[in-house]
């Protein structure tokens, strides 16, 4: 497992092949059950992020996992040294993955993400990941703003209740408001299911 290395930044070079990396963004022990807040069907988003994570493994695709760390004096949740900082053991990195620790919903902000994708020639991100309304929104807008083509697996991402003015907004309207604003331009939001049949049907065969 790499630490969030240092690279100097490149410019991204015009490739009409896309250079896949998978990001995972913040599946921490506290978004899950008896976890400082956790999600509206983290559980079953984890699991298509799993699939997705082995389909890449697989693939020896690029992995890459954003782990969120809350320096906030009133933060409640993602505590340094907790158990909940942890990444879920479902999705837990391996050698060779890296990991980009983070303290803001922007995946790129303050990190070395950019460099480690311009490092390697990533020009298509596949992002999965918590919550569909902050560090999602947030990183799949910077990656578009920053060039890069952007596929959102829908069904492994999760989010919570929203609040405004004294109105309850159910998790699942949070999830599908985010999603729908998304697409179609800031990036393109299927299934996994979806996702997995069309890199399968790519898939070269062998005799």
């Known amino acids: 497992m790499k630490e969030d290395l240092n690279y100097d930044i490149e410019p991204m070079k015009g490739n009409s092949l896309m250079?896949?990396?998978l990001l995972l963004i913040d599946i921490q022990n506290d978004y899950f059950p008896n976890g400082r807040m956790p999600l509206e069907k983290s559980i079953e988003a984890c699991q298509k992020a799993h699939e997705v994570l082995q389909n890449f493994r697989t693939?020896?695709?690029?992995?890459i996992h954003i782990q969120h760390i809350s320096t906030r004096p009133d933060a409640v949740h993602f505590l340094p040294c907790t158990k909940g900082v942890e990444f879920h053991p479902d999705v837990m990195p391996i050698k060779n993955e890296i990991v980009v620790k983070k303290h803001y919903p922007n995946s790129f902000k303050d990190t070395n993400l950019l460099n480690n994708l311009?490092?390697?020639?990533?020009?298509?991100?596949?992002?999965?990941?918590?919550?569909?309304?902050?560090?999602?929104?947030?990183?799949?807008?910077?990656?578009?703003d920053l060039g890069f083509t952007c596929t959102l697996l829908h069904d492994a991402c999760a989010t919570k209740n929203l609040e405004f003015n004294g109105m309850v907004i159910p998790a699942q309207s949070v999830h599908s408001a985010f999603l729908a604003a998304i697409q179609p331009l800031y990036g393109n939001v299927t299934s996994t299911r979806e996702y997995l049949q069309m890199t399968s049907a790519r898939t070269p065969v062998t005799a």
Request: include cysteine.
């Open 19 to 21: 250079n896949t990396a």
């Open 118 to 144: 311009r490092k390697h020639q990533i020009n298509h991100l596949v992002i999965v990941g918590m919550m569909t309304h902050m560090c999602v929104d947030a990183t799949v807008r910077a990656a578009y």
């Open 59 to 63: 693939r020896q695709q690029p992995v």
